[in-house]
């Protein structure tokens, strides 16, 4: 056997042996319009509000997950109720986005890189108003080809972030807010 | 007789204020957001030096930016739809990452991808893109003009 026959024969089987590290290289999956929907059950009045661009970032393998969402991109049916989330309540020029960063943990000793549903715990820091907070939730996962869908309902108590409701309106806003999750990430 | 007359005519001014009044708030209390179409933007500009000015620095642009009512020219990067069927457009900004994402009312006519277009919206801030809420198209302006 030639040097440059064995020379080929060893790259390739360098190459090979690179092949299994690449494959488990951690794939990250993002999104750039989740949507975000909160609700409100108040005795005198039903709110709702809908963001269609949260930001996302997650990686299956380790089950990290980040968000990142504009508050001023939460769109009310009416003006006012917009300007008081915005200037009374979030304080949204002084608090410009909600964070969350967190681990989606599949249950069961599922693996949520392998194509199918998944019920996954969510834990982590969830920020709002400038007050960091530990959330627990619950989400359901549809894994695909270069897609993953997630989804996730849980409730939010405005006063654990510091935000005040004036007595004024407080028969109006709910004690907890139900917020709901849903979105689609594309393989980047 | 002249009291009677005097006092029904007060009544009768203070009965209209409070009607007023009332009208007034309802007509507050009940308005929807405005939307981009038919109102006259308090900014002009390319869509790659908005998302410039909010790279440079962030903070001073949402002072600037934020709320305001926005007019764009650039080009269809990609066009896109929300979940619920709003027409999304982002404008292509020269950088590696991020763009300007339009989003529109409803399910508008998607602009062809390299399309340059002007698109009036209102800034929603920054976010990976400088968002632009309650968008509407403007006419093109053709060269020269």
Redesign the interface.
């Known amino acids: 056997m030639s040097r440059a026959s064995t020379g080929i024969i060893a790259l390739l089987l360098l190459g090979a042996a690179a092949l299994p590290c690449r494959c488990m290289a951690q794939d990250k999956y993002g999104s750039?319009?989740g949507?975000i929907t909160f609700f409100s059950d108040a005795p005198l009045e039903d709110i709702t509000a809908?963001n269609?661009?949260a930001?996302s970032v997650l990686v299956p393998a380790t089950g990290a997950i980040e968000f990142?969402?504009?508050i001023?991109?939460f769109?009310?049916?009416?003006?006012?109720m917009?300007e008081h989330f915005n200037e009374s309540y979030l304080e949204s020029?002084k608090f410009?986005?909600a964070v969350f960063k967190g681990r989606l943990v599949a249950r069961g000793g599922d693996d949520l890189t392998k194509a199918g549903m998944h019920d996954a715990d969510v834990e982590g820091l969830l920020t709002i108003h400038g007050v960091e907070r530990q959330l627990h939730a619950t989400a359901t996962l549809s894994v695909g080809d270069q897609r993953i869908t997630a989804k996730s309902t849980f409730q939010v108590r405005p006063a654990d972030h510091g935000i005040t409701i004036p007595a004024i309106v407080r028969e109006k806003i709910a004690k907890e807010i139900q917020v709901t999750v849903?979105i689609?990430y594309l393989k980047l | 007789m002249d009291k009677r007359r005097k006092y029904g005519f007060l009544l009768g001014v203070v009965a209209a204020a409070l009607a007023g009044a009332a009208y007034y708030a309802t007509r507050a209390f009940t308005a929807k957001v405005p939307e981009a179409d038919g109102r006259k933007p308090e900014y002009v500009m390319l869509a790659r030096d908005l998302y410039e000015d909010y790279e440079r620095d962030e903070a001073a642009a949402a002072a600037r930016y934020t709320d305001k009512l926005i007019e764009l020219t650039g080009v269809v990067e990609a066009t896109g739809e929300t979940s619920d069927g709003h027409l999304t457009v982002r404008l292509a900004t020269g950088g590696d990452f991020g763009s300007v994402a339009c989003e529109f009312p409803d399910s508008a006519k998607a602009p062809a991808t390299g399309t340059l277009v002007v698109i009036k919206g209102y800034c929603a801030g920054f976010n990976m893109d400088v968002l632009l809420l309650r968008c509407a198209f403007a006419p093109t302006k053709t060269q020269g003009q």
């Open positions: 750039r319009n949507t809908v269609r661009h930001a990142s969402v504009l001023r991109a769109e009310f049916e009416k003006a006012m917009q020029r410009p986005k849903d689609t």
